[in-house]
């Protein structure tokens, strides 16, 4: 009990953060081999410490306060260290250019459109101003109440509220159930991504062959992306019912069989991944035919006459090639598939049978909506939205390293 109480101290966790920040920016000095040791190590542990100080200072320290569950305090820790690290993190991109020499904020040449003069600042402003006022009031509004929601407990048709601290985040800590719908989550973006742009890229590098009619059939392989996730989920609901389903139909006419597509675990969740790669192939189909239209046709005929075959060329000149657009597809098909895919699962599934379908999007609406908890439902938003972030950024740290860009 003494060593919980010993993490209670809100000073602890400045003091570690700060720790991290010192330790961490020294790594950035010793990397980069310029740059004053001590001013470098006190900049990262001011960051460090600022960034877990703003995440847990407007909850006025309530996760470390006397009372509370172990759960609460590893929650706090985590907040510690997402605000540490976030700080840590932009003041490494910010100090390696300090430290290189490099602007940080080059002045913009005169170009046409561009406003000059001494009100050039306001005149801006001005004309952003639309923009800025819905970004306000539809995006930063509602993302800070969503922020105050997650800490309270909130129910839907009564007035009042309590603090909780960070009792909706931490029982996700513990929940067993909330920890195999992300597992579902993660299982059902793979399975929806790796489908989805490997058959987009068969069919965009048929359709890029000289064959007549071919802007027909691209624009017939499009549309289905413009389709909506929910009228995709009612198209496929037809196509899959055990009784009145058009394939059960054509089963049962031709080997006198009939599969339980929506009532069965793994039929389901195959039913839910190949409507979700259906909805979605339209759009990656689009994006790669535009990147193998521009890829010099000169340097795929080097290449054969050299003698590499059809699969070689692919492999070593065309894939290579493609690879931003492969990178903008993987970062979009994520987002689909983890947010976007809510509708298709409500209609087709809803979420059965036994939650084998019942993905962490669907269990937001289920507690927020059905269970009437708006506090643990916006904890449950927020932290999905965070691992998606993650994900994000480490396909950037990665797609860095292995995309090209420029003139082919």
């Known amino acids: 009990m003494e060593d919980i109480v010993y993490l209670m101290n809100p000073w602890l966790t400045v003091a570690v953060a700060s720790l991290i920040g010192f330790i961490t920016l020294l790594g ?23 960034g877990s100080t703003l995440l847990t200072a407007p909850l006025g320290y309530c996760m470390f306060q006397e009372g509370q569950k172990t759960a609460d305090i590893v929650m706090g820790w985590i907040l510690v260290g997402i605000g540490a690290g976030l700080f840590i993190l932009v003041s490494w991109i910010l100090m390696s250019r300090w430290v290189q020499q490099l602007p940080l904020f080059p002045r913009a040449e005169h170009v046409a459109g561009a406003f000059h003069g001494r009100f050039a600042f306001l005149n801006a402003l001005l004309v952003l101003s639309p923009t800025i006022l819905v970004l306000i009031f539809f995006v930063y509004v509602p993302m800070f109440d969503t922020l105050r929601l997650s800490t309270l407990l909130a129910k839907f048709g009564t007035p009042r509220t309590r603090f909780v601290c960070v009792a909706n985040f931490s029982t996700l800590l513990t929940d067993s159930g909330y920890h195999m719908n992300l597992i579902l989550s993660f299982a059902f973006s793979a399975g929806i991504i790796l489908l989805a742009m490997s058959s987009a890229l068969l069919i965009a590098t048929m359709l890029n062959q000289n064959i007549r009619g071919a802007s027909i059939y691209r624009s017939l392989l499009i549309w289905p992306y413009a389709i909506s996730p929910v009228v995709t989920g009612a198209m496929f609901r037809l196509l899959f019912g055990q009784e009145s389903g058009l394939i ?26 190949m409507a979700s790669v259906w909805n979605i192939i339209g759009f990656n189909i689009l994006f790669y035919i535009a990147g193998l239209q521009n890829i010099p046709k000169d340097v795929i005929e080097a290449a054969a006459i ?15 090639l ?44 289920v507690t927020g909506i059905l269970g009437n908890d708006i506090g643990k439902a916006t904890a449950q938003s927020l932290v999905l939205f965070l691992i998606v972030v993650i994900i994000t950024v480490v396909q950037f740290r990665i797609g860095n390293r292995t995309v090209q860009y420029g003139n082919y």
């Not at 597509?261 to 195959?270: D, G, I």
């Not at 050299?306 to 290579?320: E, H, K, M, S, V």
């Not at 895919?341 to 993905?359: A, C, Q």
């Open 248 to 273: 059960n139909y054509g089963l049962d006419t031709l080997f006198e069989y009939k599969v339980a597509w929506l009532t069965t675990v793994n039929p389901a969740r195959f039913s839910v991944i």
């Open 28 to 50: 950035l000095r010793w990397q980069l081999g310029k740059g004053n040791w001590l001013v470098i190590g006190l900049v990262g542990a001011f960051v460090a410490g600022l």
């Open 306 to 320: 050299d003698g590499a075959n059809a699969f070689q060329r692919f492999w070593r000149i065309t894939f290579p």
């Open 322 to 365: 493609l690879s931003p657009f492969t990178f903008f597809l993987v970062v979009t098909n994520t987002v689909y598939a983890f947010f976007d895919t809510f509708g298709l699962i409500f209609v087709l599934t809803r979420g059965g049978p036994t939650e084998s379908t019942f993905t962490a999007m669907f269990r937001v609406y």
